[in-house]
Structure formats: structure tokens, C-alpha cells
């Protein structure tokens, strides 16, 4: 998908571009089965053709988590969670695993549609209290935000 070397040199461009709309999926800590864990999960999903490219989508989602009631990032951390990121490409059983992993503390059963046959899979984030993917099929792009704060 692309190299954190990549993410780089394009952040400041990338900052600029038009805004296209972004789905948002949200599970916020009283839909987990622990509550008091404070977790909270977001998927975001773009179409592709109203993206510049996979960059393009992930500084975009990052900017709906900036500017959204979230536990993910605060005001003014775009920038810094970019050019943070892992860029660690993965395959699609890793991907279900890692997904499906914080899906199953939900309340309810559910799983990530992941929007067709993967092009490619990269974790951008996978620290103890935060994990983010990207994916990409032939026509979307897709994101997904865990958190927690106990």
C-alpha cells in the first residue's frame, strides 16, 4: 500500500487535499462486554475513486478521529499519529485475526465486512493500549481504530 518513507513526504500535501465524506462504524465502551475497560472501536470505509491514493485515505480518517468524539487523538495530532505510523504490511488471515481479536469483546457478536477480496493490509498502530489497520480492496478503502484507556 505504501511506505512510512512514503507517508512522509506526502503529509503536507496530503493536508490540503479535498476532504471526501468517510463511513463511520462506532463502538463506544458501553457496547463492550466490560464497560469499565474504556475501549472504543471505530471503522471508517471510503470508496476509492474519491481518494488521491491509500495515504490520502488514512490522513483523512485520522482527521474524522481528530475531529469527532473520540478517546484516539486529540486536537493537533494528525500530523504526529501519521508520521508515527507502523506501515507493517500484513495478509488477510493476520488482518481477521487482529480485527476479530478486539471485535470479540464486544456485548454483541460482530464481524468486520471487510468490503471485498483484499488488495493489500497494513497495521499502522499496535501498541499496548491502541491497534489501527488499513485495507484496501478493488473498490474501498477501510480503517479500524481500537482503543482503551483503563
Given amino acids: 500500500m505504501f511506505t512510512k518513507k512514503e507517508l512522509e513526504s506526502q503529509i503536507d500535501e496530503i493536508l490540503q487535499l479535498p476532504r471526501p465524506s468517510v463511513a463511520v462504524t462506532r463502538f463506544s465502551q458501553f457496547d463492550f462486554e466490560v464497560p469499565d475497560d474504556e475501549e472504543e472501536i ?18 483523512r480518517s485520522l482527521l474524522c478521529l481528530e475531529q469527532g468524539e473520540s478517546q484516539f487523538l486529540g486536537p493537533g495530532a494528525v500530523r504526529t499519529a501519521a508520521l508515527s ?66
Fill in 85 to 150: 505510523a507502523l506501515c507493517r504490511a500484513v495478509d488477510q488471515a493476520e488482518l481477521a485475526s487482529l480485527t476479530q481479536e478486539k471485535l470479540s469483546f464486544l456485548g454483541q457478536a460482530w464481524s468486520l465486512h471487510l468490503g471485498g477480496q483484499i488488495a493489500g493490509a497494513i497495521v499502522m498502530d499496535q501498541s499496548t493500549d491502541a491497534f489501527s489497520v488499513l485495507w484496501e480492496t478493488d473498490t474501498l478503502y477501510g480503517a479500524f481504530f481500537w482503543s482503551t484507556t483503563a
Fill in 42 to 59: 471505530q471503522i471508517h470505509r471510503g470508496f476509492k475513486v474519491e481518494y488521491k491514493g491509500a495515504t490520502h485515505f488514512w490522513v
